[in-house]
């Protein structure tokens, strides 16, 4: 029995695509991981799940296909309005349950608060879901406001936030920022991690991700142990 997991961010281009690239290139094939992005939005360019199979240089079976997918850049609600699509907040939470047990990075489209459709917000589907959350942050000005609001919506909402972790370029204020929303957020920081400096090939980058990446095993040992931390 496995242990799926949310990869919430504290909005957009925040960094839960990096995040899920080192993961996978540091734990995919050690533990059975898989890649799961059920929404995706701006699919007529390279998405998400073909960026970090990329990234990685994973086989496909440690990716499973997203359950919609839209061309338009967008949030979920509009983007299938444009592609003339419907999205069934139920269809996308029964295939969620169905993977719960298995060990699966879902990582969601967008900040907690997007709409899949006009009256159903995502982190309503977070809640539903009973998935544990990891929340994605950057290590830059204006983290802490927005990841202690991203936080205190999903704790005030009873949902298990395993913890944080930053991501982004290398910052003087990164550690600050890791104290005070450790201290005010009430979730554990597991980790921080920089951007590379130069781009990577996929040997270079499963290198800097098993070198950088969950250096003190925060993430998977609270994956393998979530109860001490819910």
Request: hydrophobic share 35%; with cysteine.
């Amino acid at each position: 029995m496995g242990q799926a997991f949310y990869v919430a961010g504290t909005g957009t281009d925040i960094g839960k695509t990096f995040f899920s690239c080192l993961f996978m290139a540091k734990y995919a094939e050690s533990y059975g991981f898989r890649y799961w992005k059920p929404i995706q939005t701006g699919a007529a360019s390279s998405g998400d799940t073909e960026f970090v199979q990329k990234t990685t240089n994973l086989p496909d079976s440690h990716f499973l296909k997203p359950v919609y997918e839209f061309l338009t850049p967008a949030s979920p609600h509009y983007a299938s309005k444009q592609d003339g699509k419907i999205l069934d907040p139920k269809l996308l939470l029964g295939a969620l349950a169905k993977e719960r047990k298995t060990n699966t990075l879902i990582e969601g489209a967008g900040g907690v608060f997007v709409p899949w459709t006009e009256d159903y917000l995502a982190i309503r589907g977070i809640g539903e879901s009973n998935l544990p959350v990891i929340v994605i942050g950057s290590t830059e000005l204006g983290t802490i406001n927005h990841t202690l609001l991203t936080l205190d919506a999903l704790t005030s909402r009873f949902v298990a936030v395993l913890g944080f972790y930053l991501v982004g370029p290398e910052s003087p204020l990164q550690d600050d920022n890791t104290e005070i929303i450790q201290k005010l957020g009430g979730a554990p920081c597991l980790g921080i991690s920089n951007f590379p400096k130069q781009k990577l090939s996929p040997v270079e980058f499963i290198s800097y991700a098993n070198e950088h990446f969950d250096t003190n095993r925060n993430v998977m040992d609270t994956l393998l142990n979530p109860d001490d931390e819910i």
